[in-house]
């Protein structure tokens, strides 16, 4: 082959390296439509989910092998997952999840099944029901449910927590540096609009979810209704993200939980448990106390949960790793590495302290009830909807 | 063994191959076309594909090419072709005069010159990426090193500059590689035969040399450039700005993260369409000087 020859021959090659990625993403498969209808609840109309299948019977030994768990990174504490091992002779395996879209592709198109899913909220969950993805859960099996906060044990997304078990809780706020930012700087009746300050451009980073960081514009422009299908206010919080982006040049990721300790970013919009976690990603030495966190009056809450899929191979040693992490001594050892609260009655803002030892700065980042109860809630969307909430973000990110 | 037998002999050992190659290139091809055509699921919004060509729809590719012409995504495709562009010059002119010195001048030091540059790139793409944010942030080891001697900037504040020159960083070898091997088998005495009729080195540069590394250094231009317009993830890595997005990392958003899978699929197509034309104008052009050589 001449020289010529080979080269023409290594570009037609470039030319498949080129679009292989892509393709491949394309050939997912079909995963097939959904086998019924939404039911999608909210604080004012709570839902019972319809029961797919049965749940496990009683008194069955829990089974050996690995535990395939799926979740978000850095969410549970390895010691935690060495404890359970330990406890009951058995291996987990953590395969991590970015958002709750991709977990919901990965559960439908069969690509992997997990014996346990953490970390999905109530966004995703008439979709996973409505797929016949999970199966009812026995509580028998979860002694510890008792200790759910009395407010999350009948939860309006999952009348009689049949399918569910929440995990933790928070809410959306804003951490900062406070070797930089005063934090009169959110006190003056438009600390949101901080987010839009030019003087932090390039060290400014939103939450990399379309639901909360158009949330965050909503709440800004004064609305309440972050699950809202009005068109208007959507291409309005719309515009309101591209002023941000123009003003800020944003990081848009899900990990301001390490940079904004590790001193390369100084503000960030965030779960408020991520912020809880920032202590223990500072350098060595740096006092906790240069983490602060503020949010708003009205923003908004959530929680967590645990859930099993319907195709689950150790659906019993699921069900006990459910009810390991709601003991409330292991519930909070778990805090001290992912930060967030767990989502159990009697976890007082002093004991967390201890236990977590985060900082003055930071406890307003933990969660009480009546914050709670009283905060926002992202709720499923309709479908119709949903389509304008994404070409809104598709707007935004598209730069 | 006549000459002809030996060629079919190959052909039929090539068959299998060829086939394979083809029917990946293809039906990945067409599924890509059946879900940038076909539906979404009305609950989940994902990709429904549609196999029957009679039956797709191209309404989600009337909005994609609306949106690049008029829209956010007229934006990023030119950011991605300024991007390639920007990178590619640069690449080339890092790589040329190291491909150059490495067949011409290098002599005994050839082999461990081309294995140093052939060895950082046994780690992972990724992984040195990671470690040039880790590196270049704020309170990265290189950006305070570089405030000591009063370089003060954030590389990492979501900036163009980062992205281009990951860019070139991830990619100079794959340039430098066919340009030493065009290089390495270039006719010498042609530029020996100019300097004696009495060119001096940069004429003899200019008018023999370069047009000698033409088709070569086009080459190791297409070899680069198709793989960085489909690149996402140095922007990924170092920037993470919407400021700095390429079309890689809408066709990851809508595939990966977006209720509008149809819209990553047809950018897919489009992509590879645009590819496709660039690199047969390049090899038309490359097939024409063959000709001409030969007669």
New interface residues.
């Given amino acids: 082959m001449r020289?010529?020859e080979f080269?023409?021959r290594?570009?037609?090659a470039?030319?498949?390296?080129?679009?292989?990625?892509?393709?491949?993403?394309?050939?997912?498969g079909?995963?097939g439509?959904?086998s019924g209808?939404?039911q999608i609840g909210t604080p004012e109309s709570p839902v019972t989910l319809r029961t797919v299948g049965e749940p496990i019977a009683d008194g069955l030994a829990p089974e050996s092998g690995t535990l395939e768990l799926l979740n978000w990174a850095d969410y549970v504490n390895p010691e935690t997952l060495a404890a359970f091992e330990s406890a009951f002779g058995v291996k987990v395996n953590v395969t991590i999840y970015d958002?709750e879209?991709?977990a919901?592709?990965k559960l439908?198109n069969g690509t992997f099944a997990p014996d346990l899913v953490m970390g999905m909220t109530d966004t995703a969950l008439a979709?996973l029901v409505?797929?016949e993805l999970l199966q009812p859960l026995n509580r028998s099996y979860v002694p510890n449910f008792a200790n759910v906060i009395a407010g999350l044990r009948d939860p309006y997304y999952d009348r009689g927590a049949q399918y569910t078990v929440p995990y933790v809780i928070y809410g959306n706020g804003i951490a900062y540096r406070t070797d930089v930012i005063d934090r009169s700087r959110f006190t003056d009746g438009d600390g949101l609009g901080a987010m839009w300050d030019a003087a932090y451009?390039?060290?400014l980073?939103v939450i990399?979810s379309y639901r909360d960081t158009i949330g965050m514009a909503l709440m800004r422009d004064g609305g309440e209704d972050v699950n809202t299908g009005d068109e208007d206010l959507l291409r309005a919080a719309g515009e309101s993200l591209l002023a941000l982006?123009e003003a800020t040049?944003?990081?848009?990721?899900i990990i301001s939980y390490q940079?904004l300790p590790?001193?390369?970013r100084d503000i960030a919009y965030v779960w408020g448990g991520d912020a809880l976690a920032m202590p223990m990603y500072l350098?060595e030495g740096v006092d906790p106390g240069v983490i602060g966190f503020w949010w708003p009056e009205t923003t908004a809450t959530a929680n967590d949960f645990f859930c099993i899929p319907r195709a689950s191979t150790k659906p019993v040693l699921a069900h006990a790793f459910i009810d390991f992490l709601s003991d409330r001594d292991r519930a909070l050892a778990n805090a001290t590495y992912v930060g967030y609260q767990p989502a159990l009655e009697g976890i007082t803002v002093d004991e967390y302290v201890a236990a977590t030892g985060i900082p003055d700065s930071l406890t307003d980042a933990l969660v009480t009830p009546e914050r709670y109860a009283s905060g926002l809630r992202f709720h499923s969307l309709d479908?119709a909807v949903?389509?304008v909430w994404?070409?809104v973000?598709?707007?935004?990110?598209?730069? | 063994m006549s000459r002809r037998r030996a060629g079919g002999t190959w052909g039929a050992l090539a068959a299998p191959g060829m086939a394979w190659l083809g029917a990946m290139f293809l039906v990945p091809l067409y599924a890509v076309a059946c879900v940038a055509f076909g539906r979404i699921d009305p609950i989940f919004r994902d990709a429904l594909p549609e196999w029957d060509p009679r039956a797709w729809r191209f309404d989600e590719a009337g909005a994609v090419l609306s949106s690049l012409a008029d829209g956010p995504l007229r934006a990023v495709a030119v950011r991605t072709v300024a991007y390639v562009a920007i990178a590619m010059v640069l690449a080339l002119a890092l790589g040329f005069p190291i491909a150059y010195y490495l067949a011409r001048h290098a002599g005994r030091w050839r082999l461990p010159l081309l294995a140093l540059i052939v060895v950082p790139y046994w780690v992972n793409y990724l992984m040195r990426m990671m470690a040039w944010y880790n590196l270049l942030s704020p309170s990265g080891l290189g950006a305070r090193a570089l405030r000591l001697v009063g370089i003060e900037r954030n590389w990492m504040d979501g900036s163009s500059v980062a992205v281009v020159l990951g860019l070139v960083y991830g990619y100079v070898p794959f340039i430098i590689l066919p340009l030493y091997a065009t290089l390495e088998r270039l006719d010498w005495r042609l530029v020996e035969a100019a300097r004696d009729l009495g060119a001096g080195p940069r004429q003899a540069f200019r008018l023999v040399t370069l047009p000698l590394a033409r088709a070569g250094t086009a080459a190791a231009c297409v070899l680069i450039a198709l793989p960085m317009f489909g690149d996402y993830y140095t922007n990924d890595l170092l920037s993470r700005s919407p400021r700095t997005e390429m079309l890689g990392n809408q066709i990851d958003f809508y595939l990966n993260a977006s209720t509008q899978p149809q819209r990553g699929a047809v950018l897919v197509l489009l992509l590879s369409v645009l590819l496709l034309v660039g690199l047969s104008s390049y090899l038309r052009s490359t097939d024409r000087t063959a000709r001409e050589r030969e007669r």
């Fill in positions: 020289r010529r080269l023409r290594a570009a037609y470039g030319t498949g390296l080129a679009i292989a990625p892509s393709i491949l993403a394309a050939c997912g079909d995963a439509g959904a209808d939404l958002s879209e991709a919901l592709v439908r979709r409505a797929a451009r390039g060290r980073a990399d982006r040049n944003p990081k848009v990721d940079e590790g001193g390369n350098p479908p949903d389509a994404n070409d973000w598709a707007g935004f990110t598209a730069g």
